[in-house]
């Protein structure tokens, strides 16, 4: 076995990803081009039995690409969830395989049939039991306002049995944060007319939307959803602590000015929320440059104040389980991040540890019994 460790290979190929996707130039001196990688390597250091691995597990929260040096495709999703009973899954948006030409609206449609190649691959029986990409939760540019309508009937045309929602990402930060973002990114999207009436849209085709901001701006996705009772929101990566730039060393700050605007959010009853997604390199815990990835038992640590606090607050039938692979991957197997989940809930009942791993993602996305 190689002896690179993750902060070796991080250093010599300026890799990085901050966000939930891989990002160009996420933290100062690192490459503009480069995108992250996990090192299946230093990922085996350590290793772990799956824990109940007959328990169904519903993934609600992946990505699939294929871009230069960095690939992650069926294949890679089925190597990596093998362990766990995954029945299956959902695919989020991540600016991948966009079409090439057309309307530049409409590039968006390009990932969603490429994802559509995929879960039919998958449905054919001929890589196991898993289903992948049950459903297909895509990309559209709801500052389009009413001409976005075109673009929403486009993506349920190349899915009409997959396509659920769509994610608009307002993560936005600071320059200690993201160096490189864009100097007329908009700070407060969900609050912007225009996006509010693409997003009036959503409910017109009974889509859902995926709420992926920093903890900085939760007010702004509750707004949003006071705005719009009758419009499913699924909060991502429990909003997105940050843990790196003007926020690093801050850890308590942050929970503590979390846990209230998590808690006002959860008083909409059309929000539910995904738990997990804080192993990112943003969210600084820095598993990452560690001589060996941690094991279950270190992200329950870690992580289980914020789990506890979420789970607490929209009850378990309004929580699930979320890999956010291969996101995720740079931090810690998928072995071990779902062996975190289920020594999380050991305490919590039959229905309750079923609805967070399996039957809140069911419902919510609509999706087949597999």
Not at 91 to 111: A, H, I, N, Q
Not at 264 to 293: D, F, S
């Amino acid at each position: 076995m190689s002896d690179i460790t993750r902060r070796g290979f991080m250093t010599q190929a300026g890799l990085l990803t901050v966000s939930g996707l891989a990002l160009s130039g996420g933290l100062p001196g690192l490459s503009k081009k480069a995108q992250a990688q996990p090192v299946p390597d230093w990922l085996a250091l350590t290793q772990e039995a799956a824990l109940e691995p007959d328990l169904p597990i519903i993934d609600p929260h992946h990505h699939l690409w294929d871009r230069p040096n960095n690939v992650y495709l069926l294949e890679d999703l089925l190597e990596d969830s093998q362990a766990h009973n995954v029945r299956q899954t959902v695919f989020v948006e991540c600016t991948s395989m966009y079409r090439s030409d057309g309307p530049e609206e409409l590039k968006v449609v390009g990932e969603t049939e490429f994802v559509q190649g995929v879960a039919a691959k998958s449905a054919s029986g001929g890589y196991g039991d898993m289903r992948v990409a049950t459903g297909i939760v895509g990309s559209a540019n709801l500052r389009l306002g009413d001409r976005v309508a075109p673009v929403l009937e486009a993506q349920i045309a190349a899915s009409p049995q997959r396509f659920r929602g769509i994610r608009h990402r307002a993560a936005w930060a600071d320059r200690s944060v993201l160096p490189n973002i864009a100097a007329d990114a908009p700070q407060h999207i969900l609050l912007d007319p225009e996006f509010r009436n693409g997003y009036a849209h959503l409910r017109t085709y009974g889509l859902s939307f995926e709420g992926w901001l920093y903890h900085t701006h939760i007010a702004d996705l509750t707004d949003l959803a006071k705005a719009f009772p009758d419009t499913t929101i699924i909060f991502n990566h429990l909003g997105g602590p940050i843990g790196v730039g003007s926020y690093a060393g801050r850890r308590d700050e942050v929970f503590a000015a979390w846990k209230p605007a998590v808690a006002a959010l959860a008083e909409c009853p059309n929000v539910v929320a995904k738990v997990g997604g804080i192993q990112m390199v943003v969210n600084g815990y820095g598993w990452h440059e560690r001589e060996k990835p941690p094991t279950s038992n270190e992200l329950l640590t870690a992580n289980q104040d914020w789990y506890h606090y979420i789970i607490d607050q929209f009850g378990p039938d309004r929580c699930m389980f979320e890999s956010n692979f291969p996101v995720d991957k740079l931090s810690c197997s998928y072995t071990v991040l779902w062996n975190q989940f289920k020594k999380l809930t050991r305490a919590y009942s039959f229905n309750e540890r079923a609805a967070m791993f399996h039957d809140t993602a069911k419902r919510v996305y609509r999706l087949p019994q597999v």
